[in-house]
């Protein structure tokens, strides 16, 4: 086929009737939009492509093609959009697919162009074969650019139908086996339904687990759903070195060169050609020079002879290995040195580092998810990698609901608190690196509630509130919450913490995900270390599940198989130097006191009992977790 010979018109010129009138091409689809997704289709098979549109005409401008609405007026079909591509194209033939159908064949404008010169016909149209009934797609269609006066005069005699024109010209089918690859979207459902990036409901999710009951679900089954469900923002951003640190690198680091750059001396001595080594007998060698850190030597030892040599030094051509400064005797004045070592103190290729050791030309030096530490900088420093992609920042919105909540300054009226959880939750989403939305107290009122959220999802990715998903509170916030989306409360094998709110809400044409955490000071951490942190990290790119340790238990814990339980623990060394946890104070879920003193948190699992004192139990080690 003459790929150079054919433009490629994506027809974006309809009204979207029964998409509700918006304009089907620039819905969202793949990622992107279903006409950038048609067009990315049709690139590989034509020499150039332009769109057909009749509205949005900036949006299409914005492909960078050119943009061809029709000439005949009024919305008069895709026949028209056809007209319009004939009178301005170039090339000598012209390839139309419709705006809405984005599974076309990637063999199409071969298959119809062959059949087209095979034939030597004017038009090839796509026929699929559905239960025996011939099915023609007059929309796929190879035309000969030459016809754009048969069509016009066809159109200006009135002519509407598709292929109504078809008896003036010479037209031949091409079949197409895959019926699918030709199918249209109609309908938003249909949209929603097809789109292969399209988020799970949590329904789909859900559908997964053998088994699923929403007021007794086990602590990783929450925690399944809850991964499978939320997806990584995309955006990524190109940021300085050093404003990587804590961020997530959106792509792999592939190495631009070696490091080292050049083999060389791991210890400050005297490169030496391993091959001079005597097995048992002093060996004496001449000291011809020095090479420095930085400074390579010009020129190279022969037999008998040795260089001085720093730590990194170059080793020099012929040596392969350098025996340390205090392995030998130096005799003589430094023009005339040698040196004299015993057999035996070193083998040849002792001390010598390889090029491309630490990193190879071309290999990953970091991996594409990985959270930037200190040692990630200066691993992409000795790079000499200036600017890093790492995706953008996360952003999280949170409030705490309940009318008895005070915030800090405000007296402390009967039988209220001050809020706390603003603040653990304010530090726990710090450490993580995300951008933080601190939406202050929200009262237990429906209207403020269904407020804060709306606003929450138009400026979040990610929603976090604490309180009202408790069994007494939770009426209205589930009415809200399950209104403004997808949105399940489960009640969880686990304690502290058993009701927690999940899902996705929408508003004003965003969405964000929803975490409604339990109230009780102590359980809005639990639930954040256990479902939420994993989750936002997910969504930041990143993957990073909890990493729990192993320690002895200094004691008894009672504990009661079937659910998983979370207690404060201080982790130190036993007397044996092997690490010992013991239970902190009073293990009460608004305690907040014990769970400041605890340096980590034990982890007794759905299937374990009593622990007994020597047994080994996991920890969660709070020091360093982000
Ligand atoms: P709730 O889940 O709303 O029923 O709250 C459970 C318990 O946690 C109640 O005793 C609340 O007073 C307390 N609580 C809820 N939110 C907070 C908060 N932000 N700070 C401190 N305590 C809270
Ligand atoms: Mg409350």
């Avoid at 091409?174 to 329904?203: G, M």
């Avoid at 929450?222 to 997806?231: D, G, P, Y």
């Avoid at 430094?334 to 040196?339: D, R």
Wanted: glycine share 10%; net charge negative.
């Amino acid at each position: 086929m003459n790929k150079e010979s054919i433009s490629g018109l994506l027809l974006a010129g309809g009204r979207g009737t029964r998409m509700g009138h918006v304009d089907k091409g620039l819905q969202p689809f793949g990622g992107t939009t279903m006409a950038a997704h048609v067009l990315a289709r049709l690139a590989p098979q034509v020499a150039t492509l332009a769109i057909n549109a009749n509205q949005n005409l900036d949006r299409y401008d914005a492909f960078g093609l050119p943009v061809w609405p029709d000439d005949t007026p009024g919305f008069a079909g895709p026949l028209a959009g056809l007209e319009a591509g004939l009178r301005r194209c170039t090339t000598p033939y012209l390839l139309t697919a419709p705006c809405d159908s984005p599974f076309l064949p990637a063999d199409l404008a071969a298959r119809l162009f062959d059949a087209l010169q095979r034939e030597d016909a004017d038009l090839a149209v796509a026929v699929t074969e559905e239960n025996g009934l011939r099915q023609p797609h007059p929309v796929f269609c190879l035309i000969k650019t030459s016809l754009a006066p048969v069509l016009s005069a066809y159109l200006a005699a009135g002519g509407r139908r598709m292929d109504g024109w078809y008896p003036q010209i010479k037209v031949i089918e091409v079949l197409f086996e895959d019926a699918q690859a030709f199918r249209n979207i109609n309908t938003r459902e249909e949209l929603q339904q097809l789109d292969p990036v399209r988020p799970a409901s949590l329904a789909e999710v859900v559908s997964c687990l053998s088994s699923y009951d929403p007021d007794a679900l086990p602590v990783r089954d929450a925690q399944r759903i809850i991964r499978e469900f939320v997806t990584p923002v995309r955006a990524v951003e190109q940021v300085a070195l050093r404003a990587a640190l804590g961020r997530v690198l959106a792509a792999d680091i592939i190495s631009p060169i070696n490091v080292p750059s050049h083999d060389n001396s791991a210890m400050d001595g005297y490169a030496l050609r391993g091959a001079d080594l005597l097995p048992d007998a002093p060996t004496r060698l001449r000291v011809i020079g020095t090479t420095y850190a930085g400074r390579a030597f010009d020129g190279a030892p022969q037999a008998g002879e040795c260089l001085r040599i720093m730590t990194g030094g170059v080793m020099p051509a012929g040596c392969d290995s350098v025996v340390p400064q205090e392995f030998v005797q130096v005799e003589g004045d430094a023009s005339l040195a040698q040196i004299v070592l015993a057999p035996g103190v070193i083998r040849p290729g002792d001390n010598r580092r390889f090029a491309g050791e630490d990193l190879k030309l071309g290999s990953a030096a970091l991996a594409a998810g990985k959270i930037v530490r200190p040692a990630d900088l200066g691993l992409l420093a000795s790079l000499g990698v200036a600017e890093v992609p790492v995706r953008r920042r996360l952003r999280v919105a949170f409030f705490s609901t309940g009318d008895e909540l005070r915030s800090i300054g405000q007296p402390l009226d009967e039988g209220c608190v001050y809020d706390s959880n603003r603040y653990t939750i304010y530090g726990m989403l710090q450490r993580l690196g995300c951008d933080i939305i601190d939406m202050g107290v929200v009262r237990d009122d429906p209207q403020a509630l269904e407020q804060a959220l709306r606003d929450a999802c138009e400026n979040a990715d990610a929603i976090i509130t604490s309180g009202g998903v408790s069994v007494g509170a939770a009426d209205y916030t589930r009415d809200i919450m399950a209104r403004l989306g997808d949105v399940t409360f489960w009640k969880i094998g686990m304690r502290p913490g058993r009701p927690l709110a999940f899902g996705r809400i929408g508003s004003g044409g965003r969405s964000a995900y929803l975490f409604g955490l339990p109230g009780n000071p102590v359980a809005v951490m639990v639930s954040f270390y256990f479902f939420a942190r994993e989750a936002l990290l997910r969504m930041m790119g990143a993957e990073a599940p909890l990493e729990l340790m192993r320690a002895r238990s200094s004691a008894t814990i009672r504990k009661k198989p079937g659910r998983t339980e979370y207690q404060r623990g201080i982790l130190a060394r036993g007397a044996d130097g092997q690490p010992e946890v013991r239970i902190t104070g009073a293990q009460g879920s608004g305690i907040l006191r014990s769970m400041s003193e605890a340096n980590c948190m034990v982890v007794l699992h759905d299937e374990q009992g009593n622990v007994q004192a020597g047994d080994m139990v996991d920890v969660l080690i709070f020091e360093g977790l982000i």
